[in-house]
């Protein structure tokens, strides 16, 4: 299960990471961003700042807001993704280890046998 080590050590390394870029701090960022847009709103309303420039700072505001947004979203597909590959991992290696149980019983050969035969239908190709 060469395969599912190499995704143990990446997951530990994003959990890692994790530590660092949770989706708290994208979602912190954003409600920053949408309170400028509005103090800028209400700075224009108010008259504090011309047409000239309100139109540039809004729009580069509401682009960043657009980028921060799609930046959270992909960070909480991502992790959806991976919650979903540990479950698949941990299914494949509860059936590894029914396989497994089931065939110390057997010799050698029969072994072998049932190992090919599983692996010809299964076509596994992790890499």
């Known amino acids: 299960m060469i395969a599912v080590v190499k995704y143990r050590q990446?997951?530990?390394?994003?959990?890692l990471r994790e530590g660092w870029d949770?989706?708290?701090?994208?979602?912190?960022?954003?409600?920053?961003v949408q309170r400028g847009i509005?103090?800028?709103i209400d700075a224009y309303t108010?008259?504090?700042?011309?047409?000239?420039?309100?139109?540039?700072?809004?729009?580069k505001a509401k682009q960043r807001l657009a980028k921060l947004e799609q930046e959270q979203k992909d960070q909480?597909?991502?992790?959806?993704?991976?919650a979903n590959l540990k479950v698949i991992i941990e299914c494949m290696?509860?059936?590894?280890?029914?396989?497994?149980n089931g065939l110390t019983g057997l010799d050698w050969d029969?072994?072998?046998?049932?190992?090919?035969?599983?692996?010809?239908?299964?076509?596994?190709?992790?890499?």
């Open 46 to 59: 108010g008259g504090l700042l011309t047409k000239e420039e309100f139109e540039p700072r809004i729009k």
């Open 22 to 32: 949770s989706l708290d701090q994208p979602h912190s960022t954003v409600q920053k």
């Open 76 to 82: 909480a597909d991502e992790q959806l993704q991976r």
């Open 110 to 127: 029969a072994q072998r046998k049932i190992t090919c035969a599983i692996v010809k239908y299964y076509d596994l190709d992790f890499f």
């Open 93 to 100: 290696q509860e059936f590894a280890d029914k396989i497994q």
């Open 38 to 40: 509005e103090r800028m």
């Open 10 to 15: 990446k997951d530990e390394m994003v959990e």
